[in-house]
């Protein structure tokens, strides 16, 4: 069952292009709008929405940190994020213009069922992003946008993380649909331009084999660390999480602008570091800057491993090892910048003999809070 791939992880991995399609599939059309209606959050709801908050835990919370970007710039929503288990227990401020986005690929969580619990109790609408038809959490939800990632059976997740990007990406832009705001062309054109992700994610795939060999070459080192901006830094924690939850090995995930305010004391000689660079089309100051600070960190010794999209070559004089990435729009780059990542800690782990698929102390799905 695990379609020829040594571990569930590896061809979970390879599926993500599928998943992709499969998460889009009927929602979108060439025109460039969205039909969400399975949502069954009627639209004057929608646009009385005031605040936007989701609520998830680790890989899923990650997705959550991107969507923040997304809604906050094609709604103009304020949107808050927060960690499920930190969520209810600081009283937090909800009313029935408040739409809670509860992401779980499992839809048993323990800390998400219950941070959204205590949102419906203080009268908000919840809306799931979940991955399992009939789960606990779309089940006591207003409304539910499946993801259509297939089962995913390695704990460390992949193929549902992408998948809740694009969840997250859709919810993003029908709201920004359904209120109207001056980005409709910019949502028609995102709209259009995610139908060329899952293609984008194949080609990432196909490239992987340096990364591999790369990872295998770190199987030593105690630390990796990570650096991203904008949507990369959640990119960055992701990848930081991976290599904890499957190499076992120290790794930390930070903004690049926070670097000078504490982390560059980190770096030393042949750390290795991977920078998750953005699109120097769109936000070019934030390239800009981050291709300083992989010039800071290169200067005090850090082996440099950048992500870079195709075509950028600020980047190539500073990186000891450079992956591309399809060029995709902005807010988009984690569909793609986040798949090398995964490869990587699925080597590094492989490589150091770690069980990939079950990982030690870890589950699948934490049903207890
Ligand atoms: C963790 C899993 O315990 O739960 C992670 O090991 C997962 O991989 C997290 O991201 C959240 O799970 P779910 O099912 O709510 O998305």
Same mark, same amino acid.
Do not use: H, N, W
């Given at each position: 069952e695990k379609g020829g791939y040594d571990y569930f992880m590896l061809k979970e991995i390879a599926e993500q292009p599928k998943a992709v399609a499969d998460t889009l599939l009927g929602r979108t059309d060439g025109s460039g709008s969205l039909t969400l209606d399975e949502v069954r959050i009627p639209a004057n709801v929608l646009r009385e929405v005031g605040k936007v908050v989701i609520v998830a835990c680790g890989t899923a919370f990650h997705a959550g940190l991107i969507a923040k970007y997304a809604i906050e710039h094609w709604t103009r929503v304020p949107c808050e994020v927060e960690l499920a288990s930190e969520f209810r227990y600081r009283d937090p401020i909800l009313d029935q213009q408040t739409l809670v986005v509860a992401i779980s690929q499992s839809g048993e969580t323990m800390d998400? =069922?219950?941070a959204l619990r205590h949102a419906r109790e203080q009268g908000a609408k919840v809306l799931a992003i979940c991955n399992t038809n009939g789960s606990t959490i779309p089940r006591e939800s207003d409304a539910v946008l499946y993801t259509h990632a297939g089962p995913e059976v390695a704990v460390a997740s992949t193929k549902a993380f992408l998948t809740q990007l694009v969840a997250c990406y859709l919810v993003a832009l029908y709201l920004g649909q359904? /209120? +109207?705001t001056k980005y409709?062309?910019?949502?028609r054109a995102v709209v259009r331009d995610l139908g060329s992700i899952a293609g984008a994610v194949e080609r990432v795939l196909e490239t992987m084999e340096p990364v591999r060999e790369l990872a295998r070459? =770190?199987?030593?080192?105690d630390t990796v660390l990570f650096l991203g901006r904008h949507v +990369?830094? $959640?990119v960055a924690l992701e990848g930081a999480l991976k290599l904890k939850e499957l190499a076992y090995m120290h790794a930390e995930g930070f903004a690049a602008g926070e670097l000078k305010h504490g982390p560059i004391a980190l770096i030393e000689e042949d750390l290795p570091v991977v920078v998750v660079v953005p699109s120097p089309r769109g936000r070019s100051v934030l390239h800009d800057k981050i291709v300083s600070n992989i010039q800071e960190? /290169?200067?005090r010794g850090a082996r440099t491993i950048v992500v870079a999209e195709e075509g950028d070559d600020a980047v190539v004089p500073y990186a000891d090892h450079l992956i591309r990435v399809p060029v995709t729009p902005t807010l988009l780059q984690p569909l793609v910048a986040t798949v090398p990542l995964q490869v990587f800690a699925c080597e590094l782990a492989t490589a150091r003999g770690n069980e990939v698929d079950? $990982? /030690?102390n870890l589950a699948k799905s934490v049903t207890v809070e």
């Open positions: 998400t =069922l219950m359904v /209120r +109207g409709a062309d910019e949502i070459s =770190l199987a030593e080192k +990369g830094y $959640p960190i /290169r200067a079950q $990982p /030690r």
